[in-house]
């Protein structure tokens, strides 16, 4: 593109003789406070501080330098989540080229001579199949990339823009959340300056189109594997014995057991289906052929993803397949190249039903999965667990669903506990101690290898009016079924344990078995199992 040297700006580089003061960008009094999805603010030396809300994963909100104005036609710079194109190049026919300026922003104040750039075709560092730009290349993006908080920070770095009228203005991103931390909020600060001294180049021929990013076939992918396409918008249902399903609501069918779209995976269960879905990383080590049955324990269900994260949108998945709690996700992501391949790990999955399989995703390709996925068997396994409940004044808490003990907040409305402990105290989610479904019973089995199903009557919930101790006692709530778990010892004051099996319903309603062990002044050694979602019995 030629530089075209107008007259006004002429005028406005005589006017600077040397000074650092900037040009502004309009008429103080013709610049909008807000214009679409623009807002604008002018500092007492003109330079213009903009908030744009870019929040929405289709439309590009466009920006007019020359007037401040949100605009279809004529913009120089266009906005959507973390991604900034110019009207140039591939991206347009408005000429807008961009450089990088040295130093700092209030000391750049004429346009540099050289590092010019337009809009190139999306090259093979990124697969985001977006024109690269100075502010998004994949090699060299605008902010910096946190991998283990998914949040972006902009870098230091001060832009320099040729609008689409022929004039020049620095810009500097600041920010790409606003005060609530919602993503997508770009804020960015722009003054008008002085024009290089030469014309600049004209932007020539773009670069070579993006090849696509896999996973290289690193991994060989089995020629039973299937391909599902959820390179789309909509997700694609599957189900573990027919493939690819067609489901009409998701949220009401139990048709399904897998849900993909794009890098996303849910499970029929919890915010994103009524069934006993689920899921979790298989940690022994196995090649997907050798694994034939999985535990019960440790499965987790669908939850809604924060969206406070850059890239990431508030949705509905499955945690074990998302990176949380330190675990990693399913794909591995190279901050570096922004490309996404498919981590060598194998998948324990629960069907809708409760029964469960194994999952491997041996390719990704722009949201094509290459997987494997089969049935195997469920395995109840008995787990061994120490708790200290020692203290008077505290419960401790309990998932017999496979994680233990668990930090609780508030009780009384978390549904991560199924068990909670406080010296000799027991309760249940459920009742006047919870807002789950939980209940117990005491079985005629002595040992736990010996429960084989739920008994058939003598099911409580918990209640309030529990007493530790004598008549008169202070009262807690508590499950009167659990209440005679001990025998004691009154000439001893010891404590112990009967050899007794409790059959108890966790806090979402489903079977699972507890015995105590042993118990010195607090600390229970407990032996637990959990059926699974829907199972009678063990």
């Known amino acids: 593109m030629l530089h075209r040297q107008t007259p006004g700006a002429l005028l406005a580089l005589l006017s600077l003789a040397g000074c650092a003061e900037d040009l502004a960008p309009a008429d103080a009094g013709t610049l909008p406070p807000t214009s679409g999805a623009f807002t604008h603010e002018t500092g007492a030396d003109g330079t213009i501080t903009t908030t744009v809300d870019a929040t929405d994963a289709e439309a590009w909100q466009r920006l007019d330098l020359d007037s401040g104005r949100s605009v279809d036609a004529g913009w120089d710079l266009a906005f959507r989540r973390f991604f900034v194109r110019t009207n140039g190049g591939v991206s347009g026919t408005a000429g807008v080229q961009v450089a990088v300026a040295e130093g700092a922003f209030e000391d750049v104040t004429r346009a540099p001579e050289s590092g010019w750039s337009a809009a190139r075709p999306d090259g093979e560092a990124d697969d985001d199949e977006e024109p690269d730009t100075v502010f998004n290349d994949g090699e060299d993006d605008w902010y910096d990339y946190d991998p283990e908080t998914h949040t972006l920070t902009p870098k230091d770095r001060v832009y320099v823009v040729s609008s689409s009228e022929g004039r020049f203005f620095k810009l500097q991103i600041l920010g790409y959340y606003d005060d609530a931390g919602s993503p997508a909020r770009l804020r960015f600060r722009w003054a008008e300056i002085a024009a290089p001294m030469s014309t600049l180049p004209d932007a020539g021929p773009g670069m070579t189109p993006d090849a696509g990013i896999g996973d290289a076939g690193v991994t060989p992918v089995p020629a039973d594997a299937i391909e599902v396409d959820a390179s789309g918008t909509e997700w694609v249902y599957l189900s573990v014995a027919a493939g690819v399903v067609a489901v009409t609501d998701p949220a009401t069918s139990t048709d399904w057991d897998l849900a993909l779209q794009r890098t996303d995976i849910r499970t029929n269960s919890g915010s994103s289906g009524p069934g006993f879905g689920g899921a979790r990383r298989d940690a022994r080590g196995l090649a997907f052929d050798a694994i034939e049955d999985a535990s019960t324990l440790g499965f987790v269900t669908d939850a809604v993803r924060d969206g406070a994260s850059p890239g990431r949108i508030e949705t509905s998945v499955n945690p074990a397949f998302d990176g949380e709690g330190g675990s990693p996700a399913w794909y591995d992501y190279d901050p570096s190249t922004h490309r996404v391949t498919a981590g060598d790990r194998v998948y324990l999955l629960r069907m809708a039903n409760g029964d469960h399989a194994k999952l491997r995703i041996w390719r990704w390709e ?173």
């Open 366 to 538: 722009d949201g094509v999965f290459h997987l494997s996925l089969a049935p195997i068997a469920r395995r109840i396994e008995t787990a061994t667990l120490e708790v200290d409940a020692s203290a008077s004044d505290a419960w401790r808490y309990v998932s017999l669903r496979g994680d233990g003990v668990v930090e609780v907040t508030e009780a009384a409305t978390d549904a991560a506990w199924d068990l909670g402990l406080s010296r000799t105290r027991l309760r249940t989610n459920g009742g006047t101690s919870g807002e789950g479904l939980g209940a117990a019973a005491e079985s005629a089995a002595t040992a736990i290898a010996e429960l084989t199903s739920a008994p058939e009557s003598g099911w409580e919930t918990d209640v309030d009016s529990l007493a530790e101790g004598p008549p008169g006692s202070p009262t807690y709530s508590g499950n009167p079924a659990l209440a005679g778990w001990y025998d004691y010892d009154p000439a001893t004051h010891a404590v112990s344990p009967r050899a007794v099996v409790f059959a108890l319903r966790s806090a979402d309603g489903h079977l699972a078995k507890v015995q105590i062990t042993s118990w010195a002044d607090g600390v229970f050694r407990l032996q637990y199992a959990f059926a699974g979602p829907g199972a009678t019995g063990f």
